[in-house]
């Protein structure tokens, strides 16, 4: 399988998790054009979560949030009331998890269903500005669009060779 | 009443998961952020019910298992991960998991899950059904009262 179908098999696998998680989970209506861009440069919004792929592949996954989304997910994903001086950590906080969430749904449906896969711990980054493609290295992008602004999905591997998985 | 020790490298799935279990009318004696951190506490605080997260730093939730196992090999540990894959729950429940919640976790699942882990135990959503049902029996056996005047 070459490495480009397997980031985009990947990637097809968390768009429908994002879609199913918004939806399902956070009653946040989601609309997806279908379309995954190859870019060579990724504009990162306020808040970043990072998760690594590993094991049986080898990727780095990126979700970028806008600001007033992640509010909201905040708001819906904590149960029970939130202090207002509590919010701030809870947000930093809920941006991991739902990538968490969102990755460790989407495992069974990555290249040969997700056997041998593992991922890291989410990392969540504030205020970076952009990842820009090096040699060898391919990024595939994806936005899903909510009545609150969108989520943009990255996956970031290797750009030539073939996968075992 | 249960003791329980929750562990999660999040900070909102601990809150949460905390809130619950109190909304259930169990008690939160301790929270850890990774797997080594749990083990420390397990052995201070000796909870009733361990939910365990899978994906940690230090110390996954796997490893934390199989060490709080040697440790008591009665202890009660709940999964609570996000990772779906059947491999990831045979490994658990091999390793001496009792039960595996899949994120995100609402009041059912996870008061479900501890019902299935501590069938006798009764929590405040089961009495709140008691007490409803005692109501509905009062309103339809109680004779109505006749007028004596």
Same mark, same amino acid.
């Given at each position: +399988? ?19 998680? +918004?939806?399902?989970? +956070? ?53 029970? !009331?939130?202090? !207002? ?40 980054? !504030? ?39 | 009443?249960?003791?329980? $020790?929750?562990?999660?490298? #999040? $900070?909102?799935?601990?809150?949460? =998961? ?26 201070? $605080?000796? *909870? ?28 009660? =540990? ?19 998991? #009792?039960?595996?919640?899949?994120? *995100? ?7 479900? #899950? =501890?019902?299935?882990?501590?069938? #006798? ?26 007028? =004596?005047?």
């Amino acid at each position: +399988m070459k490495n480009s179908d397997v980031l985009k098999e990947v990637l097809t696998a968390i768009v429908h998790q994002v879609e199913l998680f +918004m939806q399902d989970e +956070m009653k946040i209506e989601t609309k997806f054009d279908g379309e995954y861009r190859t870019v060579d440069k990724v504009e990162l919004k306020k808040y970043t979560t990072t998760i690594g792929i590993g094991g049986t592949l080898n990727l780095l996954f990126y979700a970028t949030y806008d600001e007033i989304l992640l509010d909201n997910l905040t708001r819906a994903f904590v149960y029970g !009331e939130i202090h !207002e001086d509590e919010f701030t950590e809870l947000r930093d906080s809920a941006a991991g998890e739902i990538a968490n969430v969102i990755i460790g749904h989407s495992l069974n449906s990555f290249p040969n269903s997700g056997r041998g896969v593992t991922i890291t711990p989410p990392v969540t980054i !504030e205020d970076a500005k952009s990842i820009v493609k090096t040699n060898g290295a391919e990024i595939i992008s994806a936005i899903v669009l909510t009545p609150y602004g969108i989520i943009e999905l990255n996956v970031i591997g290797l750009a030539k060779g073939e996968w075992n998985a | 009443m249960l003791n329980v $020790l929750v562990v999660d490298d #999040s $900070l909102i799935m601990r809150r949460n =998961i905390s809130k619950i279990i109190e909304s259930l009318g169990h008690r939160i004696v301790g929270e850890a952020k990774d797997g080594l951190e749990s083990i420390t506490l397990y052995m201070k $605080l000796k *909870p009733d019910l361990v939910t365990m997260d899978i994906t940690m730093p230090e110390m996954d939730g796997i490893t934390a298992v199989k060490e709080l196992k040697k440790i008591d090999k009665h202890a009660k =540990i709940i999964m609570v991960t996000s990772h779906g894959q059947e491999e990831m729950v045979i490994n658990a429940i091999r390793c001496g998991a #009792s039960g595996y919640l899949l994120k *995100p976790i609402n009041v059912v699942k996870l008061r479900d #899950s =501890i019902r299935k882990v501590f069938p #006798s135990i009764v929590d405040e959503t089961t009495l709140m059904h008691r007490e409803t049902a005692l109501l509905e029996c009062d309103e339809i056996c109680l004779p109505e009262i006749e007028d =004596i005047s």
